[in-house]
């Protein structure tokens, strides 16, 4: 018998250390570089410098979590791909550009606290679509996009969603 190993995401919190508020700056990081497809970009209440980031380049992790305690901005002027760990939001406010948001493999979408101001590229979500709380604000369009048959997606909101919203199943 043989056993596979299963590897968790690793988790990287922003700390501000850089010397900018620039995503691609790697020393701005925890681990001292920026996360990638198989990593956790992780906002809490580390930072104490250069709290408010700038996604400046085109970015693809698996996950972003702005936990509670996160009082910054993270303004998004790139295209942003979000995987399987999906889009996490409880504090802080997310300002999107003129970039698109991708969420895939899954990855599903919750903001119960914070604000969160959607790009005007437009916000695609594989998966379930949640907002228990805090404030989403939508000039531009949310799509749908799963279309995997086994799997179902939720729309959950308390309120409505402002924008267009097209759903492909």
């Given at each position: 018998?043989?056993?596979?190993?299963?590897?968790?995401?690793?988790?990287?919190?922003?700390?501000?250390?850089?010397?900018d508020a620039k995503w691609g700056t790697d020393l701005n990081w925890s681990a001292d570089t920026e996360p990638g497809g198989a990593d956790i970009a992780t906002f809490d209440s580390t930072c104490t410098t250069n709290c408010s980031p700038v996604i400046d380049t085109s970015i693809t992790v698996k996950g972003i979590d702005i936990m509670t305690g996160y009082a910054g901005t993270i303004l998004q002027n790139a295209s942003t791909t979000i995987g399987s760990n999906g889009f996490d939001m409880a504090a802080g406010v997310f300002t999107g550009g003129a970039a698109p948001i991708s969420i895939?493999?899954?990855?599903?979408?919750?903001?119960?606290?914070?604000?969160?101001?959607?790009?005007?590229?437009?916000?695609?979500?594989?998966?379930?679509?949640?907002?228990?709380?805090?404030?989403?604000?939508?000039?531009?369009?949310?799509?749908?996009?799963?279309?995997?048959?086994?799997?179902?997606?939720?729309?959950?909101?308390t309120g409505s969603i402002p924008g267009t919203v097209v759903v492909t199943k």
């Amino acid at each position: 018998a043989f056993s596979i190993p299963v590897t968790d995401a690793a988790s990287f919190v922003w700390d501000g250390g850089g010397g900018d508020a620039k995503w691609g700056t790697d020393l701005n990081w925890s681990a001292d570089t920026e996360p990638g497809g198989a990593d956790i970009a992780t906002f809490d209440s580390t930072c104490t410098t250069n709290c408010s980031p700038v996604i400046d380049t085109s970015i693809t992790v698996k996950g972003i979590d702005i936990m509670t305690g996160y009082a910054g901005t993270i303004l998004q002027n790139a295209s942003t791909t979000i995987g399987s760990n999906g889009f996490d939001m409880a504090a802080g406010v997310f300002t999107g550009g003129a970039a698109p948001i991708s969420i895939t493999n899954n990855g599903g979408f919750v903001i119960s606290g914070g604000v969160f101001n959607n790009t005007t590229a437009g916000l695609a979500v594989d998966a379930n679509f949640t907002i228990q709380g805090g404030t989403f604000a939508n000039a531009s369009t949310i799509t749908f996009t799963d279309t995997d048959a086994a799997s179902d997606t939720t729309i959950a909101c308390t309120g409505s969603i402002p924008g267009t919203v097209v759903v492909t199943k």
